[in-house]
């Protein structure tokens, strides 16, 4: 089982909008819709921010989005905030050797 | 709302058996649940599925620690559990239990507890 990939770091100034892309294999992001991605503070549980590729649970800011294009999710947080600075990891259904959930290697967002 | 607490041992020694319980509180551990699933994070490092339990009694886990790996539940007890065998140094991180209610996300998840394998 190979995590997906993500870059180590992405860095913005408040206000500006950043974009996390997550690559996989058509295993899994690019074979089902089952992407999510989870903000993670330090020392604190992930939370999950998008599901479904697209959607966001209830009391997530609309200031994270989520899409897809064939192996590759990507995750924008727009007008970004201090309190947006976490490791991001993005994750995945995936059905190959009967396993069922990988994660992304995770990205450091940086707010300037 | 659920709410997860992870239980057991901060410390296990090398060749050993790391056994984890979840309780689940605020609600019915089979009511609206999809899956529920074990994750952990070894210190600085990123997140890594250990494997997953449907409402079916389904069971699914990393390939990478399949042979060690046994994911149970106890509705009884509102409860699930982990356990992994012959744990060696390696296996030290923070194992999170998490419950995905409608989809393939984990959607709650517990505080997390940090498990270290020394002698």
């Known amino acids: 089982q190979s995590a997906l990939t993500q870059p180590a770091s992405v860095s913005g100034s408040p206000g500006q909008s950043i974009t996390i892309s997550c690559t996989g294999t058509?295993?899994?992001?690019?074979?089902?819709?089952?992407v999510s991605w989870y903000q993670q503070h330090p020392g604190k549980a992930p939370k999950l921010m998008i599901y479904?590729?697209?959607n966001r649970p209830s009391g997530v800011s609309n200031r994270f989005s989520g899409s897809k294009s064939g192996n590759t999710a990507s995750l924008t947080i727009s007008g970004l905030q201090a309190e947006d600075e976490a490791d991001y990891y993005c994750?995945?259904?995936?059905?190959?050797?009967?396993?069922?959930?990988?994660f992304g290697t995770g990205t450091k967002v940086t707010v300037l | 709302q659920l709410q997860l607490q992870e239980s057991g041992p901060g410390l296990v020694k090398p060749s050993e058996t790391l056994s984890l319980t979840c309780t689940v509180s605020?609600?019915?551990?089979?009511?609206?649940?999809?899956?529920w699933g074990w994750i952990r994070q070894p210190p600085g490092k990123g997140l890594e599925w250990i494997g997953s339990?449907?409402?079916?009694?389904?069971?699914y886990y990393n390939p990478s620690l399949k042979s060690r790996v046994t994911i149970s539940v106890d509705t009884s007890k509102n409860q699930f559990s982990l356990k992994l065998s012959s744990v060696t140094a390696a296996d030290t991180a923070v194992y999170y239990c998490?419950?995905?209610?409608?989809?393939?996300?984990?959607?709650?998840w517990g505080q997390g507890t940090m498990v270290t394998v020394s002698s």
């Open positions: 058509s295993s899994d992001v690019g074979g089902y819709n089952y």
């Open positions: 479904d590729v697209s």
């Open positions: 994750s995945s259904y995936t059905s190959s050797s009967l396993d069922n959930y990988v």
């Open positions: 998490a419950i995905a209610g409608t989809t393939y996300a984990f959607d709650i």
């Open positions: 605020g609600g019915s551990i089979s009511s609206s649940s999809y899956y």
């Open positions: 339990i449907y409402y079916s009694g389904s069971t």
